[in-house]
């Protein structure tokens, strides 16, 4: 195959997958950002692995650009505290009991939708009446798509066409805000 081939084809695919997306639950999950904004809480966002850097970007993004406060828990020394004292699979749970304020939020990105440390998170924020926001793929009816205010779900089972339409939903909310669109 040739490279300008496989390179169009691959953009296509996540443009596919992109127009896939119901647009009431970006429009939902905007309306659950800017009412936290509005009650100065604050978005966190987390992520395993690659979702993870996805997590960082977006918040720093959030905060810089959008002017909403936010943050996420990819620190070094917070994780490996945690999950040492808490076990991996309950290091998200206890950051969220640790830092999550009144009228703050979440935002929980798993590519499978079966990450334990996630699940449990989200399990939490539903038994707490935490507002969350869950973003998955691989199985439409993954455990994670059961717990969100707001559940987004790519219809895929490639990790990088998964991880990038993530990325490219929250950067697009992000730009929402930034451009005012609100």
Known sequence: ???EQYFKNYNKSIFDLLNDVD???IERSVSLINKCNQTDGKVFIVGN???SSIASHV???LAKAANIKSD?????NLITCFANDYDYENWVEEAIKAYLQK???LILISSSGTSKNILNAAKYCKENNIPLITLSGFKENNPLSNYGNVNIYIKSENYNFIE???HIILVSIVDLF???LI
């Open 178 to 180: 930034v451009k005012k």
């Open 23 to 25: 647009t009431s639950l």
């Open 1 to 3: 195959m040739k490279f």
């Open 103 to 105: 009228n703050d939020m």
């Open 72 to 76: 996420t828990f990819n620190n070094s």
């Open 59 to 61: 918040s720093v993004d």
């Open 49 to 51: 692995g690659g979702s």
């Open 164 to 166: 990038m339409s993530h």
